[in-house]
């Protein structure tokens, strides 16, 4: 397959920083798309305005998207990364990519969500099918969810990764032996001549009997555009082996990272482990049952020391050597667990492997020597709640895994519409301080949007009690009485959720639940979709307040209170870690990122240009200026203590601007 020819970057390239005002320390916000549709030659001077010849989906790019573009190509061509907040509405896939394909090398385009592997696998086909172009592209999504064996669908992802060897190296994976011959060859061809989706990779696949896996990592060894899950770059052991089989040299590769306020959490928790006394107690019963005596005497010793370290309730930091086992002792447990594997296809065993594997720092990757030689940017807690206990082994630092990707390549995008603060998120990342950050507006208009401050209940934990409970639900009631249409309700937790409900006098009230299977978050929706004035009641950080993505269903939020919850011991010492390395511990690691779940549950209410709709922020903290200063400098929140009043003018078209 021949490649295309893609135009030189330069007569695009427009001087971004002309167009910029501070917001913040290390913030830039965009103000205009004018200034920037100049662009610039090589002695800075303002050279003739034209339109730039490029690889952009659609007739030309709407002036907000037209200013981040710039902003990208500029960076780009000076060698540097960009970390900008771009709004839901920007369009910020294309003016991603539009930029970083004219630049020499492979483009890998990361995102935690496989709705965003969609919207950028059908932006590429728009490229080609507009440009004519030939555009090779692979989608790649976690391994697991690729295969086509029955046993893969139920089994936990760390267990998944042993079984797909196991039955490779058995000769058991009738898939990977079809993938290759020629019918992999057959499918490979197939799918490279337009960019398709992971979906229809696994099609193919199947349809020819082959690995899907296998053939997206075949497309990925001549493709552009690759889209990937965060793992392929940022999972230490999962990069090295990417990269080879791609033929990436991750120098030479432009990074975009999307949905990126996702990616410091995302990289901790990959980073983490926890030991359970159920897990020790399945792992022992398993050994028995399968008479793997020396593995089973391990186990014995493993709890042992778990149980010592237990306090009798609450938590405690304890140290890496207070629970050990020896080189010889680990060893049965990896063959005991390989060994149950292969006749059961899951072993419990394995897990307890994995966690030692990052408790002692077996695998290299996860010990970061610190000046006196000790590990840094992890803790170990012992914690015992209600009776269950635990082992936790956390990763305090996402820039350890982070800060190499980012800045070994060519340049990195990294993006989201709630990226606040932009240099939160360089920090955390582990980006220069030199890097630029931009912030910008909202494209949808002003007067599409009422934000409303309710200084009149609070769910701070001194003052909860039944009346303010009630409180709360009176102003719920009222608001939802002046909204025309469906309204989404977000609470700082399911228990707060709970004790507020019971005094609501809306009925009926749909609830989302923890831990919800697809099929019930689909039936949820779709009662929600098909309701004139229904009440969704969930959770900031839950399943709707960012996957929900449903234009012209509501027409009011309200956000109730602040999803602060009290500072455990983990986040205790998040702070002080991040207090130490960027003197901002408390912004970083306890108020800001419940801030980026407030702005998350908002943004679900406006979705497209044309939605109109009201935002309630229900507690008075969200008045104290600590916390106002927060949100996006182009929101215009009023405070307001009779909210039905300004939502009913609102609605009826008479003057907002003031407050009720």
Known sequence: MRLFRIPDTKPFIAAAGNA?????????????????????????????????????????????????????????ASGRSIVANAPTGLGKTAASLAPSLPVTGKVIFLT??????????????????RHGVVLPAADIIGKRHFCLQDAAANMPPSEFPEYCKNMRESGRCKY?????????????????????????????????????YETAMELAKKARVIVADYNYLFQPRIRESFLARSNIALKDAVVI???????????????????????????????RTHRKRDAAKALRELERQFLALQPRDGERLVQRDEVWLDEDAVEELI????????????????????????????????????????????????????????????CLDPSLFSGEVLQG??????????????????????????????AFPSPFPHENRLLLIVPKTTTRFAKRSVGQYADIAKEIDAVVAALPGNCAVFFPSY????????????????????????????????KLVGSKHGVLLGVAAGSFSEGLDLPGVLSGVIVVGLPLQKPDL?????????????????????????????????????????????????????SWSAYKSCFPTDWRMDASLHPGRAIKAFFDGHDHGKKA
């Open 20 to 76: 910029c005002t501070m917001k913040r320390e290390g913030t830039v916000t965009m103000k205009g798309a004018a200034e920037t549709a100049a662009t610039r030659g090589d002695t800075g001077k303002p050279n003739q305005v034209h339109k730039p010849t490029m690889l952009f989906p659609f007739a030309q790019p709407r002036k907000p998207q037209q200013s981040l573009i710039n902003a990208i190509a500029g960076a780009l």
């Open 112 to 129: 935690s969500r496989h709705t965003q592997h969609a919207i950028a696998i059908k932006t590429l086909q728009l490229i080609q099918e």
């Open 176 to 212: 990977y032996k079809a993938s290759r011959g020629h019918d992999g060859t057959v499918a490979v061809g197939e799918l490279s001549v337009v960019p398709s989706s992971f979906a229809q990779v696994t099609t193919s696949s199947a349809r020819h009997g082959v690995c899907p």
């Open 257 to 287: 990272v999307d949905e990126a306020h996702n990616l410091p959490s995302r990289l901790r928790e990959m980073a983490s482990a926890r030991l359970t006394a159920y897990m020790l107690s399945r792992a022992i019963k398993e050994c």
């Open 335 to 394: 063959i005991a667990a390989e060994d149950i594997r292969l006749r059961q296809q899951r072993s419990s065993v394995h897990g307890i492997v994995e966690f030692l594997d990052k408790w002692l720092g077996a695998d290299g990757s996860r010990v970061v020597p610190g000046q006196d030689g000790a590990e840094t940017g992890f803790i170990r807690i012992a914690r015992t709640e209600q009776g269950k206990q635990s082992l936790l082994y956390r």
């Open 409 to 438: 390549c060519k340049g990195a995008i990294v993006m989201s519409g709630t990226l606040t603060p932009t240099e939160m998120y360089r920090d955390l990342l582990g980006l220069p301080k030199d890097t630029p950050c931009l």
């Open 495 to 526: 228990a707060l959720r709970d004790a507020v409900a019971v005094h609501l006098q809306h009925r009926p009230l749909l609830r989302e639940q923890a831990g919800m299977e697809k099929e019930d978050k689909d039936a949820l929706l779709a």
């Open 570 to 622: 983990e986040t205790q010492q998040l702070i002080a870690y991040y207090d130490k390395r960027y003197g901002r511990g408390f912004d970083y690691g306890y108020t800001f990122p419940a801030l980026t779940k407030v702005i998350q549950s908002a943004g679900r209410c406006i979705r497209r240009e044309h939605d109109k709709g009201v935002v309630v922020f229900l507690d008075e903290r969200y």
